[in-house]
């Protein structure tokens, strides 16, 4: 029965139009059209839901990486996310000496190439931009890459693409 539903939920999010799947991000196909032609980051800071990654990814000099040519696919933990992180967490990893930790925890959230969530559904693991891998499984509520949850899925930039979730994931 969890497979029929997860087949299900599987076809209803392939047939929605991408403007949908964006949510927050519009939903004209002309805000799609937009996103698409818009890198990673410029669609992170546009999107005013990710500043504590986007100050992060500063922090850690990784910005003119993700806004190179990749493709990239990016689980993009929202300020919510890193807000669940015991208290003075962010502070101390956007120290200049937490650098490498920090860097090491945002490339955990990058898998080389364009993984749409279609694709990302078959696979057990994907191997992170860090070298290390985390799980990908299906639950109740959708699709999880370690203890996250994707909250939106396949936001299509011109280099890849962001899969919104729910927490911040921490290679072991």
Do not use: W
């Not at 504590?52 to 990486?65: F, I, K």
């Amino acid at each position: 029965m969890k497979m029929i539903r997860l087949a299900i939920i599987g076809i209803i999010m392939l047939s929605m139009p991408t403007a949908i799947l964006a949510g927050n991000y519009g939903s004209s196909t002309s805000k799609a059209a937009d996103m698409a032609s818009t890198d990673i980051v410029d669609t992170a800071v546009a999107a005013g839901s990710f500043t504590t990654l986007v100050t992060a990814l500063q922090a850690a000099d990784l910005v003119d990486t993700l806004k190179g040519p990749g493709p990239f696919t990016v689980f993009a933990p929202t300020d919510e996310a890193f807000a669940k992180l015991p208290a003075g967490t962010v502070e101390d990893l956007l120290k200049p000496e937490n650098k490498s930790k920090l860097q090491a925890i945002l490339t955990y959230h990058v898998v080389p190439g364009k993984v749409m969530s279609s694709d990302a559904a078959m696979l057990t693991t994907a191997k992170t931009v860090n070298g290390q891998s985390f799980r990908i499984s299906n639950s109740d509520s959708g699709l999880m890459v370690d203890q996250a949850h994707i909250t939106q899925a396949d936001i299509v930039t011109s280099n890849g693409v962001i899969h919104v979730i729910d927490e911040v994931i921490i290679p072991e």
